[in-house]
């Protein structure tokens, strides 16, 4: 039997660090009410450790690109808190946030302004504080990284939805933030710049400890590459775990508006075909064949 450790979150409950010595980020209750009366953020709890990849799933309104844009002080909650290595937000911002939480917004077009995009990619390390040589070094090693070095002299206006994208990743990238937001990151990408964005995000944790948030609605990312699920409803995180978790709760996943992952779904598909009930919960792609090889007739001998 695997222990149950999905957090269900009722509103109105306190939000305490989950784990202070590796907590970056936290947003404690936070809610934000845009000028028009929609509620974009209502009573929302989440944090951010180091070396870790959390996924934040909810439907389109849920209010995921709100909680992002929270988190690197674009908006500011009306209620609750947030803080940022222990300090609140507002002080952490008068000593250069941007050093710390790096945003990917939703829209690319938010994002670049500079006539070219190197000049956009190295904007970050010279507000740094960086020479120019170095921080054309940094810009052109995070384009590299992904995949966007033949873009180093266009201009941004005129890139494609998905090339703006590589730009706006490169741009974060190229500041080492300790935190990296990426909103959709791979809503408009092909599929090759889409596996290697995710390698990236993978990348980040591994080799230099940074905590990763990925915001979006489709499932089967965040199971290839998410170490927590946090799923999103009406403007707050309703309940979270580990994925081998979350994706075996269908109900979970029903409340929360979005369907299984196909892997997940294939899986559970063939144990019922099959009549026997799912013994081992996979997630990654190989843990699903290694489990679907596993349950198949010929090797069980029927
Ligand atoms: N600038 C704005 N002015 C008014 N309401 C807004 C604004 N931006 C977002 N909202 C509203 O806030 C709520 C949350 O929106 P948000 O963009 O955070 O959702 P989301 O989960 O990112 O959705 P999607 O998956 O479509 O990107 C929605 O009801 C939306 O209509
Ligand atoms: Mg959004």
């Known amino acids: ?3 149950v450790t999905i957090l269900r979150r009722e509103p109105g409950h306190a939000c305490p660090a989950a784990d202070p010595e590796r907590e970056i980020l936290h947003v404690d209750c936070a809610s934000h009410t845009y000028a028009d009366g929609s509620v974009g953020i209502h009573d929302m709890c989440f944090h951010v450790l180091r070396n870790e990849i959390v996924a934040l799933c909810g439907p389109n309104g849920s209010g995921k690109s709100t909680l992002i844009e929270h ?8 209620q ?6 222990g300090k609140p937000l507002s002080e952490a911002a008068r000593s250069g946030l941007w050093r710390v939480v790096g945003v990917v917004f939703q829209q690319s077009d938010d994002q670049l302004f500079a006539p070219t995009v190197l000049d956009d990619v190295m904007f970050g390390p010279l507000n740094l504080g ?15 990284s992904v995949g966007g070095e033949h873009l180093v002299g266009r201009l941004p206006n005129y890139l494609s939805g998905g090339e703006k994208r ?17 909103d959709e990151p791979t809503s408009d990408l092909d599929p090759v710049h889409s596996a290697r964005i995710e390698e990236l995000i993978l990348g980040l944790r591994r080799d230099f400890g940074i905590g990763v948030v990925i915001a979006t609605h489709d499932l089967d ?10 799923l999103v409803r009406k403007g707050s995180v309703f309940a979270e775990g580990p994925p081998e978790e979350v994706f075996y709760d269908p109900d979970l996943i029903r409340e929360a508006g979005l369907e299984l992952p196909l892997g997940i779904r294939i899986y559970l598909d063939c144990c019922r075909g099959l009549g026997i009930s799912p013994e081992k919960r996979p997630v990654r792609r190989e843990e699903i064949i290694a489990a679907l090889q596993e349950i198949s007739p010929a090797r069980q001998g029927r």
Do not use: F
């Not at 609750?80 to 290595?85: M, N, Q, R």
């Not at 590589?166 to 990426?182: D, Q």
């Not at 990312?221 to 946090?230: G, V």
């Open 1 to 3: 039997m695997i222990a």
């Open 221 to 230: 990312l965040a199971a290839r590459i998410a170490d927590r699920i946090c």
């Open 80 to 85: 609750g808190k947030i803080s940022v290595e």
């Open 130 to 144: 960086m020479g120019r040589e170095e921080a054309e070094g940094r810009a052109r090693e995070a384009l590299g």
């Open 166 to 182: 590589l730009v706006s990743i490169a741009g974060i990238l190229a500041m080492r933030p300790r935190v990296i937001a990426l």
């Open 71 to 78: 988190l690197n002080g674009l908006l500011t909650p009306s």
